[in-house]
Structures are given as structure tokens and as C-alpha cells.
């Protein structure tokens, strides 16, 4: 199973940026389809953003339309989400997982997906 790890969360204001990171140390991105996904307190978990490295094709949910930006680093075998102009319903665990597709209008999850990693918090203060 593959195995990723989020990290780069923390406490900002209202208005701030961070940057997440997503690293896999058996597998390699450059031919990965990798996702973001948020899970606000109570809420279920969806997924906002993913990029098929190979193609460039990238994928924004509405929401965080404008203000998140999905990249890759081959030579750091990491996928990054840039966040800017973080709001308070922006907090949550932010979670990274490999999918079968992304495509510029959504993505699909692998058939064969298992656990969440622990992803990583984010707290937006107003």
C-alpha cells in the first residue's frame, strides 16, 4: 500500500498562506496522480484539488478556486498545495492520497485506495 505523508499545517490568520507538503519515499511522482483533500470539524471529507503530474492536468474545487495552487518537484518527489488568502472554513485536516484520474473537471479514486494517512492540520483565525 502506498504510503504518503502530509505535512506544513499550522495556526494563521485570516488572510495568511501556507504551504503543504505531500512526500512518498516508495514511490515516485513523476508519474503520479495525486490529490488534496479537507475535512473540516464535523464535516465529511472532499476533495479540493489533484494534479496528473505527467500531463499537468490540474483540478480545483470551486472554493479554493484562485487562491490554491497544486505544483510538483520531481527532484524533491514531493507534491505541494500553495494555499493563499486562507479563510476561517479553510481549517480542517488536510489530507494527500494517490487516485486513478485527475482531470481538469474532478478526479477518481484508485478501486484499490486503503487508509488515510494523518494528515496534517490547518487552524485560520479570523
Known amino acids: 500500500q502506498l504510503r504518503l505523508v502530509e505535512s506544513g499545517g499550522g495556526l494563521v490568520q485570516a488572510g495568511g498562506s501556507l504551504t503543504l507538503s505531500c512526500a512518498a519515499s516508495?514511490?515516485?511522482?513523476?508519474?503520479?496522480?495525486i490529490g488534496w483533500f479537507h475535512q473540516a470539524p464535523g464535516k465529511e471529507r472532499e476533495g479540493i484539488s489533484c494534479?496528473?503530474?505527467?500531463?499537468?492536468?490540474?483540478y480545483y474545487l470551486d472554493s479554493v478556486k484562485g487562491r490554491f495552487t497544486i505544483s510538483s518537484d520531481s527532484a524533491k518527489n514531493k507534491v505541494y498545495l500553495q494555499m493563499n488568502n486562507l479563510r476561517p472554513e479553510d481549517t480542517g485536516v488536510y489530507f494527500c492520497?494517490?487516485?486513478?484520474?485527475?482531470?481538469?473537471?474532478?478526479?477518481?479514486?484508485?478501486?484499490?485506495?486503503?487508509?488515510w494517512g494523518q494528515g496534517t492540520h490547518v487552524t485560520v483565525t479570523s
Open positions: 492520497a494517490d487516485l486513478d484520474v485527475c482531470s481538469t473537471s474532478g478526479f477518481v479514486m484508485e478501486a484499490d485506495f486503503g487508509a
Open positions: 494534479i496528473n503530474v505527467e500531463r499537468g492536468t490540474k
Open positions: 516508495e514511490f515516485s511522482f513523476d508519474e503520479g496522480v
